[in-house]
């Protein structure tokens, strides 16, 4: 059974092919393979930041393979928790207005 809502005079393009698709994605996973790799080497070679002394506290953490990219996806999902609470804090609309706001 073809979908209604692909066109029948349209001609099948590239990524219409499921076999296409996969191989985008598993381009993906090899690209990020290749850039946790290149983070390993980077980070046993040399210091991501020489302006920081060897003594500074913060470099053995900062150090850690792929530390930047979670502590980004950690940011982005305190950010969003944070929005919820600024949403709605106990039961109490604090940035959420009702729908028919504008129309009162």
């Known amino acids: 059974m073809s979908n209604p809502k692909q066109n029948l005079d349209e001609p099948k ?4 092919e499921p076999q296409n698709v996969r191989k985008i994605i598993r381009g993906f996973y090899w690209l990020c ?3 946790v790799v290149a983070d390993l080497v980077f980070t046993v070679g040399w210091h991501k930041h020489a ?3 060897e003594e500074f506290s913060l470099r053995s953490l900062e150090t850690l393979p792929a530390f ?3 502590y980004g996806f950690l940011a982005c999902v305190a950010l969003v928790y944070v929005s919820k609470l600024m949403r709605d804090w106990k039961g109490k609309k604090t940035l959420m207005r009702d729908e028919d706001y504008w129309d009162k």
């Open 13 to 16: 393009r590239w990524l219409d």
């Open 33 to 35: 393979g290749l850039v």
């Open 51 to 53: 302006a920081f002394a």
């Open 68 to 70: 930047y990219g979670i």
